[in-house]
């Protein structure tokens, strides 16, 4: 089962809960809101998409979940594409 798990390159700092991250290699800069942030946190260890999904929903007032399972899908799709997270192996 594939899982993500965060690119090591990228520089991070996190300030009042939400993450601040610099990407050298594309000489880019990116702020996270808190869902983003925790999202990051949980990728801190390789994890699934439905394993982040389900913290997401036991971390956060979901007021519709298929809502947070596209959102969701989607910004870990963004990230991957963006090189801030990598696949593993699980």
Excluded: C, Y
């Amino acid at each position: 089962m594939t899982k993500l798990v965060r690119n090591p390159e990228m520089i991070t700092s996190q300030i009042d809960g939400e993450v601040f991250m610099m990407d050298v290699s594309q000489d880019s800069f990116l702020g996270l809101n808190a869902v983003a942030s925790f999202i990051w946190e949980q990728l801190e260890t390789p994890k699934t998409p439905e394993e982040v999904i389900a913290a997401v929903k036991d971390g956060f007032e979901v007021p519709d979940p298929a809502v947070v399972e596209k959102e969701v899908h989607a910004f870990l799709e963004k990230m991957l594409k963006d090189d801030m997270v990598v696949q593993v192996d699980g």
